[in-house]
């Protein structure tokens, strides 16, 4: 990869039926024998469309070390769900992109449900509000009863 040019990893993720999936966390690893360093990440927008460009400390630093080894980068995709970052994807060994380019193109397919998640603490503050009514959370009090 040429350190002049903007290293950018974009593509689309979609779910089985092939609508695109909005909110989720993509994040783009450097694949090495040592383990997967960061490179970036980008939340997908309501086309289902994400684009890491690879400015990060570490894209950047992994980009240098991979020009002085005069090889090009492994790169591997991990999708996460948007609240509890649940991981959804993990691009198999099969669909690590070797030899990337400046501008690769990573297209993935989520084949677990995806649904609305529930945070223990939304939920608790939701029913608590429910059972105040008219009273603002912030003015509730323990007391004895």
Avoid at 56 to 65: A, L, M, V, Y
Avoid at 117 to 144: K, T, W
Wanted: aromatic share 4%; hydrophobic share 35%; glycine share 6%.
């Amino acid at each position: 990869m040429e350190l002049d040019t903007e290293n950018v990893v974009y593509g689309l993720v979609l779910d089985t039926d092939g609508k695109p999936l909005e909110g989720l966390q993509v994040r783009a690893y450097a694949r090495a024998l040592r383990g997967d360093k960061l490179l970036g990440d980008a939340i997908t927008d309501e086309h289902g469309k994400y684009e890491i460009v690879l400015d990060s400390k570490n894209g950047r630093e992994q980009i240098k070390q991979q020009a002085r080894l005069q090889t090009k980068m492994a790169i591997a995709i991990k999708v996460y769900s948007p609240k509890k970052q649940t991981l959804l994807y993990e691009s198999p060994v099969d669909d690590v992109h070797y030899r990337s380019s400046d501008r690769e193109e990573i297209n993935v397919t989520i084949t677990v449900p995806v649904g609305p998640e529930e945070v223990e603490f939304e939920a608790l503050q939701a029913r608590i509000a429910e059972r105040a009514g008219d009273i603002p959370l912030a003015d509730l009090q323990q007391d004895e009863k």
